[in-house]
C-alpha cells in the first residue's frame, strides 16, 4: 500500500515538472479543493496557463518532497561537502514542489540560489517561477527577496541590452501591482517596488529613470483613491513624491502636464485663501501667478539666519511646496469624501511635516529632542560648534512662526480641522494635537 502511495507522489511530482517545463507561460498556480480522488486521474491540473493541484494530495506529497530534501541534501554532516551539481535535476522537481506548497522555507530558496550559481537553474526560469508563488502568496517576503537577489545579479551582467531591461521593469511592476491587488496592506509588494525604482537608479546611463517616477507618482495616485484604508501604498506615494523633487526642468513640465493640473494654481489658490491679514502685504490669486519662483518664495519665506554663502535654489522650493500642497488639496478632498479613514489623517501627517521642514531647512534650522537647534550648512566653510548646538533664542523662533508660509499653513489647517469636527471626525481632535504637540504649532502666537 506503501509503494502505491510513493508511487502515486512520484507521478504528481513528474506531472509538475513537465507543466513547470512550459513556465514562461504560466501565470498563477492555486489549490483546489477536492477532498478525494473520484475521477482516478492526476491531480495535477492545468488549464489557460495556470496550475492547479487537488487538495486531497497535498499533505502526501509535501511530507514525501520535504523529507527526501532533508534527508539527502540538508544533512548536517554532509553540509560542507555537499556537491549541488550531484543530482541537481532531482533536486530541483522536489523544490519546486515543496515551495509551491510551502514557500515560507528559507532553507529551501538557499538551495535555489546554489543551483543559480552553479548555473543548474536559469535566472529567467527562477523570475518566472517566484511569480507563480506570488500569485498564490502574495506576502510571501522569501520569494520577493529572491526575486531582488535574482535582479541583482542580472542588473550587474553588462550584456543586458534595453530592450531586456525595459521587459523587466514592465513585469517587476505589473507583478508587484498584481501582489498588492490580491492582497491588501501587502508591505512586502510596496517596499520590493521601492528598492526596484531606486536600483533602476544605477542603470541611469542606459535610460532615464526619473520618467518612471512620474509614472509611478500617477500611478500611485489612482491607487490611493480607490484603497484609502491601506497605508502601504501611501507609503509608497511618500516615496514617489520626494522622487518627484528630483526632477530636471524638462521632465517637470511633463510631470505638470501628466497629472492635467496647474500646480502653480492650485498652490496660489491655496495661498490666497488662508494668507495673513496683518500681514503688511495683501495679495490676491491674479497677484501671485505673476511672481517668478524665486519672487514667490522670497515672499512665503522673507527672513533667513543663514550666515554661509550658499544660494538657496528658490525654484526647487518652490516646486517642492507646489507639489506638497497639491497633495494636501488631494488629501482634502479624501477626507471629505471618505470619512473616519485614519489612513488619510497619518498621510496628512507626512505632507505637514514635509512642508514645515522646507520652513526649517530655509532657517538653516533642525529639531532635536523636542528644541530647535542651528544646523551648519555642509556646504562651505562656515562652521561654528557653539551656534550648531545652541537653542534657538525667542528672537529666531519668532522669524519663523510670523513667516507667510507658516501662517498659511497654520490658517489653513484651522480651517480644515474646524470642518472636520463639524462633520464629527474624530480624527480631527487627534490631528490638532500632533499639529501642537509634534510640529510646534503651538508655540505661534495664533495658537489652533
Known amino acids: 500500500m506503501e509503494e502505491d502511495k510513493f508511487a502515486l507522489v512520484e507521478r504528481i511530482i513528474k506531472d509538475i515538472h513537465l507543466v513547470l517545463s512550459k513556465i514562461a507561460e504560466l501565470r498563477a498556480f492555486d489549490i483546489v479543493p477536492v477532498d478525494t480522488n473520484i475521477r482516478n486521474k492526476s491531480p495535477v491540473l492545468h488549464l489557460e496557463n495556470c496550475l492547479g493541484l487537488e487538495s486531497w494530495c497535498i499533505k502526501h506529497v509535501y511530507m514525501y518532497s520535504y523529507s527526501e530534501i532533508m534527508d539527502k541534501y540538508c544533512t548536517k554532516g554532509r553540509r560542507k561537502t555537499f556537491n549541488v551539481s550531484l543530482n541537481s535535476e532531482r533536486l530541483i522537481k522536489l523544490l519546486n514542489v515543496t515551495l509551491l506548497l510551502n514557500p515560507e522555507l528559507s532553507l529551501f530558496w538557499n538551495k535555489r540560489r546554489m543551483l543559480v550559481l552553479e548555473c543548474l537553474l536559469d535566472k529567467i526560469y527562477e523570475l518566472h517561477f517566484t511569480r507563480l508563488i506570488l500569485s498564490r502568496k502574495p506576502k510571501c517576503n522569501d520569494a520577493f527577496a529572491y526575486r531582488r537577489w535574482l535582479l541583482d545579479i542580472m542588473f ?186 485614519e489612513t488619510l489623517w497619518y498621510h496628512r501627517r507626512f505632507i505637514i511635516h514635509e512642508i514645515v521642514r522646507i520652513i526649517y531647512d530655509h532657517f538653516c534650522l533642525t529639531k532635536s529632542n523636542g528644541s530647535l537647534i542651528r544646523n551648519t550648512c555642509k556646504k562651505c566653510t562656515y562652521d561654528d560648534e557653539r551656534q550648531k548646538q545652541a537653542k534657538m533664542v525667542r528672537y529666531d523662533s519668532n522669524c519663523i512662526y510670523s513667516c507667510v508660509l507658516f501662517n498659511v499653513l497654520l490658517t489653513h489647517e484651522r480651517k480644515f480641522v474646524e470642518e472636520m469636527r463639524m462633520n464629527f471626525d474624530n480624527y480631527a481632535d487627534r490631528h490638532e494635537k500632533y499639529l501642537k504637540f509634534v510640529e510646534g504649532f503651538n508655540n505661534s502666537s495664533k495658537c489652533l
Open 156 to 341: 550587474k551582467d553588462d550584456s543586458l541590452q534595453n530592450n531586456n531591461i525595459q521587459d523587466i521593469i514592465n513585469e517587476e511592476l505589473n507583478i508587484c501591482t498584481l501582489a498588492s491587488d490580491k492582497n491588501p496592506n501587502n508591505y512586502h509588494s510596496w517596499n520590493h517596488r521601492i528598492w526596484f525604482l531606486n536600483k533602476l537608479k544605477t542603470l541611469e546611463k542606459q535610460f532615464n529613470v526619473h520618467y518612471h517616477y512620474i509614472k509611478e507618482y500617477n500611478f500611485s495616485e489612482q491607487w490611493v483613491a480607490k484603497n484609502v484604508s491601506d497605508y502601504s501604498c501611501f507609503h509608497y506615494r511618500q516615496f514617489c513624491i520626494k522622487n518627484i523633487y528630483l526632477l530636471n526642468d524638462d521632465l517637470w513640465i511633463k510631470f505638470t502636464k501628466s497629472v492635467n493640473l496647474d500646480l502653480r494654481k492650485t498652490f496660489v489658490r491655496i495661498l490666497a485663501a488662508n494668507f495673513p491679514k496683518d500681514s503688511t502685504i495683501q495679495v490676491s490669486e491674479d497677484d501671485l501667478l505673476t511672481y517668478s519662483e524665486n519672487n514667490l518664495v522670497n515672499l512665503l519665506l522673507f527672513h533667513s539666519v543663514k550666515k554661509c554663502y550658499c544660494i538657496l535654489d528658490n525654484v526647487l522650493v518652490c516646486r517642492k511646496l507646489e507639489t506638497l500642497f497639491h497633495e494636501l488639496e488631494v488629501n482634502n478632498e479624501l477626507i471629505r469624501f471618505y470619512k473616519h479613514h
